[in-house]
């Protein structure tokens, strides 16, 4: 595939999101912040919209003519994010609230009942907060340790002692498919198969990989997979738990409510089936409708041509970042998503911000919810340019400018 | 003498010459840069202002008279450049002026309006904390 | 205010909602399952179409245009709910995803930290499911004990052994405002005031009052206020937890995770300031704008007006259907918001909700969540129609000849 | 001989006569109303069909060859006549055809995409039920 080929196939991407033909600060908008969370194509808009004008009504149990037609909708996105995952079992697709919402769900449904006294939880040094403090609360109730996977200073996991941190106290591991400050793609197949002699079950923390490349739950053999439909061309507010059956199963119930019952009685109550027992309450139903849009149009992208472009758009940002005096990039495996993180000797990231804002250009800046991998850089934060299938190479390139210029400005 | 009110005044002057928000925030870095700072023994967590993802230190000096000294320092260069802003008006100033000061200026050179709300939000804990040191000194209360 | 003037004002509130202009089996909608889900006009559906298409963007900590325009109107929100509740106070407005959420906060944050071995929570007979079951998750898990206050034959609580239901040991008592299944206005001042007597906590299940009429939490004087948004013209996916500073401040955190946080450290992490340390992860930005935009809708209309055209819908509705021969209205409180529940003898609720939604009637009919009000009465389920205000008289009319229509064909 | 086929075609061809879902709601619940009830005996637990808002009693008995006869109930008229459509074609069947059957009728006269998914989700449980009987009765197992 060559640049024109490229540069075409954005033109036509950059159609769908109306959000990008905009200007800011007198500039054209260069949205870089793509890791927080996604824009939207017109028909997860569209869909949010027709679901409001045409069909908005609480779904399950409703015999009137709108509810069966937001039941269907709804019960289809199912379908859509379990061909998305590659399960044939709908049951083990949970509708939370984001990836937090997940992995609290695991950590307090499985946890408390799983976890007991002395036992070991296994994280590494690259969690997003979401994947360690449900950790650090279910560990403070029980009395249990957590483990940490060190990084190394390519932003890589250090699995040289992974023989001693894992052991058959290790109750679970949860780490991170793709590193959100750094982007670095973890070998997560070798943690799962050596967690799985011990006996552990593996949470996957999955916010971070489903924009870039396929995911299959049952290949990787995982027991959860978490993520967010907002960072995957979806609205806020949506997030997915993939658990295998049969441990969703043996777990506890965590919101009670409607939906998530067979019957309520003083006397006693019994649970509804997968998935509906861990969905309590009204859910999100026009976000999780419009989610099944974002599945359609994620879907609907050349696999092969996402790869290349993302490569590309980190490959030229990487190269201009390198000519900057004083450039320090955090994140250097060669296993990256279209994700760069960097400081500037002496320039603190937060002024870099600021004034790539007065350019047009929005980058993330801070410690990106992940304050103990900062710590282990000994730094206070980057500033982070993450890239999507709709930014351009002219994009990165007017990135350059505006970087080199506000660099001059700050030293 | 000169009031808060005057230097209030000037800095408007100044900022009006601008054409647009870079060659603003042009000069907020130099005035970062020309800032003089604080005594490094008033680093500490005590002088922090919080509210902000940069860090700022702030220490105030009570004169006899009931004048008041402001240094400051950031590690952001921005952050220092508007700190600058605030303590040219208000150094040096009587206490009680300081405490009942109205600081317009931060609204009218549009400050309000263009800064991240967590930038904001930091400035007006800042201007906070002076005005709080400004009471003090005031009533006469012994330096913190 | 006579008929004129409210079949005006029906006619001017019914452009704003552009999901009624439609037909369903060959009928105009008529959608009296208000009380399941309110529809949104159109300034809501707007308002989630403005913010995908110019300002989406993740939340907080931003540095750029598009974030910091997103998080001063979801900030914007809080303010209008704190006013809308009557408090000056933001740390006590939480955002959760709905009421459902908000109480299971409450039985996990304060609920675990408070309730021991032999404690008493007070429930009534006609609470929602969501208001009973994370309390016997809760009870179950502490070996906590739950008392219920029974229900008259008008479907109103029967206070009259209420002093022995209250003792030392009752921690928390978790009423509904409004019951979602009869309409009955419950007297929760009186609840109030004797649970504070023992010292309870008070939590308010506010699901269905809010839309109905005004209410305020210092007044009232209750620890806790519940309610969903999609109820209140605004979309799924959002509830709120009003709390007092106090109580909040007091309380454990309840989901791990960004934004909930101080600083994290493998050390040992600190929590953030309210209301933030309850909201972890990316919320639903989209849908609290949106919320705020459906409040702006709500304050805007005539509280009288709207009192007045509710009750009109009810006294016409409840007229007409005291006429059908084998009729039982369940719920027949002197107190009551616009919604109506009933039987007709020998026939299934579940027949009388098909035939109806034929002739384009979107009624809800089952136990609405409510199985042991069921329980109570003997009953599998009532047929339910819940009015709005942009319901109208005539409407009431066209479902009083559909539903003679129904009985006839189903005896 | 009769077939399922023949039976599937004779009511696809009544409900083709009705001008509007009103209609044909009537006549479901005309032949609710005429189904023969189940006797009382079987109005338990285990003769519950799930997934439906109404419950649904069904009953079989298998003679010896092969042959299965149903028989049913429900507390919802309409959900009567739904099930009582069903038994019409597969009463008195060869339990191997009933297994085997497709029954497309219900497709064909609209009824799937026109029940609310609970009564759908209910009938097609129903179907499978049957079924279910219609392999039993065909290994001739014991009736259950
Ligand atoms: C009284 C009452 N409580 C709680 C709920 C649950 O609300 P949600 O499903 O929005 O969480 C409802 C909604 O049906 C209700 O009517
Ligand atoms: C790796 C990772 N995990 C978890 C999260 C939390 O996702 P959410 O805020 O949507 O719950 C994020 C989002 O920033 C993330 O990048």
Redesign the pocket.
Known sequence: MDDVVSIGAVEKIRKHFPILQQEVNGKPLIYFDN??TSQKPLSVIESITEYYQEYNSNIHRGVHHLANIATGKFESTRQKVADFLGTDDLGEIIFT???????NLVAQAWGRLNIHSGDEILVSEL??H??IVPWQILAQEKNAIIKVIPVTDKGEWDLSNLEELLSERTKIVAV?H???ALGTINPIEIIINRSRQVGAKILI?G??SVVHFEVNVKSIDCDFY?F?A??LYGP?GV?VLYGKREVLESMAPYRGGGEMIKTVSFKGTTYNELPHKFEAGTPNIEGIIAFGSAIDFATSLDKDWVQFHEKQLLDTATTFLQEIEGMKIYGTSAQKVSVVSFLVDGIHPYDLGTLLDQQGIAVRTGH??TQPLMERFKIPGTVRASFAIYNSIEEVNIFADALRKSVKMLR | METIEDRQKEIIQEFGMFDDWMQKYEYIIELGKDLPVIEQEFKTEDHLIKGCQSKVWLHADFGADGMVRFTADSDAIITKGLVSLVIRVLDGMNGQDIAQSDLHFVNDIGLTSHLSPTRSNGLASMIKQMKIYGMLAANQQPQP
Do not use: F, M, P, Y
């Open positions: 890791a927080a609230s984001g990836t937090t919402d997940s992995i969690e997003h979401s994947n991170n793709v590193s959100n923390d916010a971070q978490c967010s907002h960072k806020t997030g990106h919810c």
